[in-house]
């Protein structure tokens, strides 16, 4: 298994489930997302069936089983953010930057998500790009944030 | 606690803690539903069984809701009629609107209450999502477009089976049912025991059906199509074709499969009793030698599945031998019929059983890995009752037929291999007499009968005194496996069956379970056993007839290579 993986498992006390949050926390904000290899590791640690462990990561948003981009956009798609018009931004969004939502950019740069109420409705409507929150946006201030990202030198 | 409640304007009795449920079954009023199983905590989740409760603003779930001491309930008022067949319309908006094609057709509890609630249109309409029904398993087959996440199968797999294989993957609209990263159910958690089918109430869980190739096989004329029953069989047949399970049922039942087609009928309970002699020699050695014990029996392929994936340190304590299916098939394949003059290649092996999980031992289980298999087709009870309605076979106009002359003498304690404790009560009778060559006296062990998951027996044999254990429903075996673990018992032979109470409630028998149906199959088969002449395995003259003729003695190095099989590690999951 992963270095990375046994030296997080290693904080946690061995068969005891109440753990399982905290470390599939840790790994997905240090390694960036979770496979199959790391969910077995995990299962082991716990004893816990994988699909058990699978089942809890599959329902949460913060969790996910593939490498996001470098620049990872989270579009809000909650009541409030939907009367202000978050169907478009979603469009815009696709559009720019050649995705569709769920998806990753093939040059690994940009990826693209969709996600429940982020709780910051009045600000409606809003994105977050990796920690960053952008609010109100509108439709021209979209296309300028996605500029600012697609220029950035790495 | 007691005391009074009113339901539909009637005084009941309830008791503190009960739920308003248990007290309307006791009473006689049924309300539906579509998640509760008995013996399970509730979870609420079909909503189906919501009632009115005088005081409370919204319909509350009777399956899990306590009753108390001021409660008015109304069962069938017009509120909870509308409100049931609204959540019936909803659960039904992406249900396929394919009953006739059904496997469950006829025997689906959606289906039964969409009557029942006198659904006639179809009322709200959604997009369903186009989701691939999952082949990947030998013995399970799964329709996610059926499925209406009452989470039965997910409770049946975890408390009962203990492997946890399946759970509820994504969130709100987008949840289903499956195994971590969409594998399909062919991954090594599920032991393909088929209790998932068992409660499944719609059609989305089914096995993977070999039907149409036991009709191809016995419509072809190369073909010499034999067949192979489980001792279950039987009391199953009986019960679905409503015959009294007496004595006769037997040979009517060799009838019936004569007219089928199937040129020999064999018992698989004369493989059975192979299995306990070489087992009960196996034992014998095991014990001279100091070997570990306690010795596992290995009848089961679930429950050998779960050793060898889940708990490979057990390897070594797993009895070698393999299932009685498996050895059956060899012994027409590569003696009966080679005997009566048929090529090997040109027989075909169907074998009826109560379970799901030995479709997949039987794909798996091979001669030197070459492709031809003991066992061509695996079907389930349920299969064998459809391929008689195809054929329009009459049971209640059905000659008794004797059985064969060759190979269908079988002692009653192979039989008792169809329910938890009766695998472990003929290993006894048989090591008794290897050990001290008397009979066993007397030959009935009662602490290993009835419906218990857990059966202890201390059994005197000379000097020595055996202490077994039988255990029915995988997941009580985990407590058993940390008592061996910490040493502190001495147990010599432990038998594992992973359905609850053996093969009688196996996941290829009827579905829905009913406490009133084990019992008469269990009863079938211990009659059997106080009926029958023979009552151990090592008097059965077939054993001896084998023993001579293609076998050598009992676990001798021939046997092994015929009859054993070397258990390898699986891939921990």
């Known amino acids: ?154 | 606690m007691q005391f009074d409640i009113d339901i539909n304007n009637q005084i009941v009795t309830a008791r503190k803690g009960e739920t308003i449920k248990h007290v309307l079954d006791r009473i006689g009023i049924k309300v539906p539903t579509l998640c509760f199983m008995e013996g399970f905590s509730p979870t609420g989740s079909c909503r189906m069984c919501v009632v009115e409760v005088e005081g409370i603003a919204q319909l509350v779930p009777s399956c899990s809701y306590p009753v108390q001491e001021w409660m008015k309930v109304y069962t069938h008022s017009p509120r909870v009629i509308k409100a049931r067949k609204t959540i019936l319309e909803l659960l039904l908006a992406s249900h396929p609107n394919d009953c006739l094609y059904c496997d469950k057709n006829g025997q689906c509890e959606l289906q039964y209450l969409a009557a029942e609630l006198h659904v006639r249109e179809r009322k709200y309409r959604v997009k369903s999502a186009s989701v691939q029904i999952d082949k990947s398993c030998p013995g399970i087959e799964r329709d996610p477009a059926k499925c209406i996440l009452c989470g039965r199968c997910i409770r049946v797999c975890d408390d009962v089976i203990g492997v946890g294989a399946i759970d509820i993957i994504g969130r709100g609209s987008n949840s289903r049912i499956g195994t971590a990263f969409n594998k399909g159910l062919n991954v090594d958690t599920c032991v393909k025991c088929g209790q998932c089918i068992q409660v499944c109430p719609t059609g989305a869980l089914t096995e993977k059906q070999s039907f149409e190739k036991v009709i191809e096989a016995l419509n072809n004329k190369n073909c010499f199509p034999v067949i192979q029953f489980s001792p279950t069989l039987p009391a199953s047949i009986a019960e679905a074709f409503n015959i009294k399970a007496s004595k006769d049922i037997l040979n009517i039942l060799r009838t019936a499969l004569k007219k089928t087609g199937f040129r020999q009928v064999f018992d698989t309970s004369m493989a059975a009793d192979l299995t306990l002699m070489e087992e009960a020699s196996g034992f014998i050695d095991r014990l001279n030698k100091h070997e570990p014990l306690p010795l596992f029996t290995s009848c089961c392929p679930s429950w050998v599945k779960f050793i060898e994936n889940s708990k490979p340190e057990y390897l070594k304590n797993l009895s070698s031998i393999r299932s009685p299916q498996q050895i059956m098939g060899r012994l027409i394949k590569q003696y009966i019929t080679s005997s009566a003059g048929q090529k090997p290649e040109n027989v075909f092996v169907v074998s009826v059983m109560p379970c799901t999980a030995k479709k997949d031992e039987a794909v798996n289980d091979h001669i030197n890995n070459s492709d031809t298999p003991f066992v061509d087709a695996v079907i389930t009870t349920r299969e064998l009752i459809q391929i008689f309605k195809l054929l329009g076979i009459d049971f209640s106009a059905l000659e008794p037929e004797p059985k064969d002359p060759a190979f269908s003498t079988r002692s009653s304690a192979g039989k008792l291999f169809g329910v938890s404790g009766g695998h472990l009560e003929g290993l006894l009778r048989t090591i008794h007499f290897m050990m001290t060559g008397q009979e066993m006296d007397p030959l009935k062990i009662n602490d290993l009968r009835g419906l218990k998951s857990r059966k202890e027996a201390r059994v005197r044999i000379g000097k020595q005194i055996l202490n077994v254990v039988a255990v029915s429903g995988l997941a009580n075996v985990k407590t058993l496996l940390d008592e061996i673990e910490t040493g502190g018992n001495d147990i010599h032979i432990v038998e594992v069956m992973a359905c609850p109470f053996g093969c009688i409630n196996g996941g290829g028998q009827q579905t829905g379970r009913d406490e009133k149906k084990l019992k008469t199959r269990m009863k079938a088969i211990y009659d059997v056993d106080e009926e029958e002449i023979i009552k151990v395995a090592h008097k059965n003259p077939i054993m001896t007839d084998l023993y001579e003729k293609f076998l050598a003695v009992p676990n001798s190095s021939r046997n092994k290579e015929l009859l054993h099989i070397s258990r390898i590690k699986g891939q921990v999951q």
């Open chain 1, 1 to 154: 298994m992963d270095e990375l993986v046994s030296r997080i498992l290693s904080k946690y006390p061995p068969d005891k489930k109440e753990g399982l949050l905290p470390i599939l926390q840790e790994i997905q904000a240090e390694n960036g997302f979770l496979t199959e290899e790391i969910l077995s590791g995990v299962s082991g640690h716990l004893n816990l069936p994988v699909n058990k462990i699978y089942g809890v990561a599959a329902f949460y948003n913060q969790f996910c089983f593939h490498p996001r981009g470098r620049y990872h956009f989270q579009l809000c798609h909650g009541t409030s953010c939907h009367l202000f018009g978050s169907s478009t931004l979603l469009g815009e969004l696709e559009k720019h930057l050649k995705i569709k939502a769920g998806n990753v950019s093939r040059d690994g740069k940009f990826s693209l998500e969709v996600v429940a109420c982020m709780g910051a409705c009045s600000q409606a409507p809003v994105i977050r790009v990796n920690e960053t929150w952008h609010t109100h946006i509108t439709p021209e201030a979209l296309c300028k944030i996605i500029r600012s990202f697609k220029d950035k030198k790495e």
